[in-house]
């Protein structure tokens, strides 16, 4: 069993739509979680971050965490063309140990 | 800022040849950072760590002798993929870690290896 596991997709939704991405993952003693959106044959860039169980928001971005049932979600609210891009969480123990699920391939389409 | 910059983007190399590919901090001082592979459609896989003036920590199943890290001073590290064969052909990403906590991490552009 993969530590993260993510549905890679891919994922086509009509723009405006809310957008829902999850990963699951095994090891209970991750406390880190965060989001990272890649454009294609671009390095990764941090999207959200959370620490332990709970939910941030920064504008159309949710990150929610729920580590008893251990799931993360990412949901994206009135989604734009240039939303399109794989999304991948990741998550970690503690420092430089970051570990990150398979990336899900989203197209928003107009 | 927290730019991230690697060089070359891409690179063509026949096999058993050597290929050094360079991470730089442009904007702040890296204590940390990161070397990544990643296979089409697939995940970030971390192969190496390294801190300024000591030995990388290789993750398990990474040959330390083959994929070759130095990381010389805060803003620069390299990797060389030496003997390089059809198999290493990939997506190499490094990343850079201002902070100290992993989340932090600000990546690079990519440098795509393909081995002929």
């Known amino acids: 069993q993969k530590e993260v596991e993510q549905d890679p997709g891919p994922l086509s939704v009509p723009e405006g739509a809310i957008v829902s991405l999850n990963c699951t993952y095994s090891n209970s003693a991750f406390q880190y979680f965060m989001w990272y959106r890649q454009y294609s044959r671009k390095g990764p860039e941090l999207l959200m971050y959370t620490y332990s169980s709970g939910n941030k928001e920064d504008g159309r971005f949710t990150a929610q965490v729920d580590k008893s049932s251990k799931y993360i979600s990412l949901f994206i609210r009135d989604s734009q063309p240039s939303d399109s891009a794989t999304y991948l969480c990741a998550m970690s123990i503690q420092d430089n140990d970051m570990r990150f699920g398979a990336g899900t391939r989203l197209t928003v389409k107009p | 800022g927290a730019v991230v910059s690697q060089h070359p983007s891409w690179v063509i190399c026949k096999s058993g040849t050597s290929v050094k590919i360079e991470c730089r901090s442009l904007?702040?001082?890296?204590?940390?950072m990161f070397w990544y592979r990643q296979f089409p459609k697939q995940s970030l896989m971390l192969m190496a760590t390294s801190n300024e003036g000591s030995k990388a920590t290789y993750e398990q199943g990474v040959e330390k002798d083959k994929f070759l890290i130095n990381h010389a001073s805060l803003t620069l590290s390299t990797l060389t993929v030496t003997s390089a064969h059809p198999e290493d052909s990939s997506f190499y990403i490094c990343s850079a870690n201002r902070d100290g906590f992993s989340y932090e991490q600000y990546f690079g552009p990519g440098t795509r290896l393909t081995v002929t």
């Open positions: 904007d702040f001082q890296a204590t940390t």
